[in-house]
Structures are given as C-alpha cells and as structure tokens.
C-alpha cells in the first residue's frame, strides 16, 4: 500500500516540475523574443553591440580598446630569450 503511495506523490510532483519546467521555458522564450526586437530597434537589423562600447546617449564610443593577445608558452619563452640576449647582459 505504502508504495501506491509514493508512485502518486512521485507522479504528482514531476507532473509539477514538467510543467514548470514548460512554463520557464515559454517565458524565456517570450523574454528573448522581446530583447531581441528591442535589439533590432536600437541597433538596426543583425546589429548587436556590448554594453561596454555605448556611451549614455546610446551611440557607439570612438575610444581606443585594449586588446589582449594569447600565444604560447614556447612563443613566450623565445621572447623572453630574445630579449635577453638582445639586452648584452652575459655576466651569468
């Protein structure tokens, strides 16, 4: 008796997350579309910018960007050695 039981509150309560999950879903979705219509308003069609790049007026800054490159450490260390021995100092 006692497993009848737990096979009803078991069905019953993933019925409720289904459906929460079900209902998430939809609101994401509707959530996403308004965004993007939003989106698509400001910038133009295909058009999307990071927040970082529009000044309070919304248009885009025209200031210099730090870019940051990544190489590997054999690249690093010939560098590195480079300089070295570009710099005369042999007195090792």
């Known amino acids: 008796m006692i497993q009848v039981l737990y096979i009803i509150a078991?069905?019953?309560?993933?019925?409720?997350?289904?459906?929460n999950l079900i209902r998430s879903m939809m609101a994401l979705s509707k959530n996403e579309?308004?965004?993007?219509?939003?989106?698509?308003?400001?910038?133009?069609?295909?058009?999307?910018?990071?927040?970082?790049?529009i000044d309070a007026n919304g248009n885009i800054t025209q200031e210099p960007l730090?870019?940051?490159?990544?190489?590997?450490?054999?690249?690093a260390r010939a560098r590195l050695d480079a300089l070295y021995e570009a710099s005369g100092n042999s007195e090792i």
């Open 10 to 19: 078991f069905t019953a309560l993933s019925i409720l997350a289904v459906s």
């Open 66 to 75: 730090l870019v940051m490159r990544s190489f590997a450490v054999d690249d």
């Open 33 to 53: 579309s308004t965004n993007r219509s939003l989106s698509n308003r400001r910038f133009g069609k295909g058009r999307s910018f990071h927040p970082e790049l």
